[in-house]
Structure formats: C-alpha cells, structure tokens
C-alpha cells in the first residue's frame, strides 16, 4: 500500500488548475420609466328607501326601471300625517344610478379625450418626461437625470469576479 501511495502522490500534486474556475461579470443597467395617464371608473346603481310612522301614503315613490341605455328615474309620490297633531316621523332617499354607457370614446395620442365618469372615479394624470435621462458609461456607473413628475429613474452597476467558484 506504502508503494502504491509513493507511484500516485506525485501525479496528484502536478494537477493544473483549470482556467473554467475563473469568473468575471460586469453588468450596466439604466431603466427609465413614465407613467401613463389612468381613469378607474365603477358604475353606481339606483336605490329608493322610504320608512315613516303616523304617515299615510297617497301615492308611494320609487324609480323606474332603467334599461341598457337609460338610468331609472324617480317617481311621483304623495304622503300626509295619518292622525293630525300626533307625533309622526318619515324618512325617504332615493340614489340615481348612472346612465349605461356602451362605447368609450376614441383614443387621441394615447389617451381617452373625454373617458366615461360614473359615480365613483379615480384619475391619474400621466407623468411628464421632462429632463429624464440615463446614461451608460465604460468607465464608471451609470448616471440617472431626475425627470417631472410621474417618473422613475434607476442606474444600476453589477461586478463580480470569482476564482475558485
């Protein structure tokens, strides 16, 4: 065994290494980014509520039924007290829902001219460009210019170097 140990130990120490366990990245990166314009709007619905004491109802209100081009509107209504100089109370709400709208307007430049409103609505307005810029650069880091507002300006540098991986 000590004969054989003696024959492989010079051949273990003249192992090469090996040029694949070297390793370099450099990475640059710029990202610019605008935001675009948003509208979010959601469509309310009609609602009638009505409730009362000592209260008598001649003609009682409401809404008509809308269809898929028209919202439902009010209707008439007559109430008087049922027992004069006795205590009453009466309540009635009534919440007209939006029209349906089936076609948004065209697009001009990439934005709605008049988009749709309906009851509940959040808008955004578009981000402005303004003096947005990155550059890249062999020597140093990547170099980011603050643009108005609705922007994003990320430079990003990467290095890495491994030996013996």
Do not use: H, W
């Amino acid at each position: 065994m000590k004969k054989l140990a003696l024959v492989v130990a010079p051949f273990l120490i003249m192992t090469p290494v090996s040029a694949a366990e070297i390793q370099s990245i450099i990475t640059d990166s710029v990202q610019l980014t605008v935001e675009g314009p948003a509208v979010q709007s959601t469509r309310i619905g009609s609602s009638y509520s009505v409730s009362g004491s000592n209260i008598s109802v001649t003609t009682l209100g409401g809404l008509t039924g809308g269809t898929a081009t028209a919202a439902a509107t009010p209707c008439a209504n007559s109430y008087s007290i049922n027992t004069d100089g006795q205590a009453f109370s009466f309540s009635e709400s009534i919440t007209v829902g939006d029209t349906p709208v089936t076609a948004q307007t065209a697009l001009t430049g990439g934005l709605f001219t008049t988009p749709n409103l309906y009851g509940n609505t959040i808008t955004s307005s578009g981000g402005t460009a303004g003096s947005l810029a990155g550059t890249l650069s062999a020597t140093g880091v990547p170099t980011v210019t603050a643009g108005g507002a609705g922007t994003t300006a990320i430079g990003q540098r990467t290095m890495q170097l491994s030996v013996f991986q």
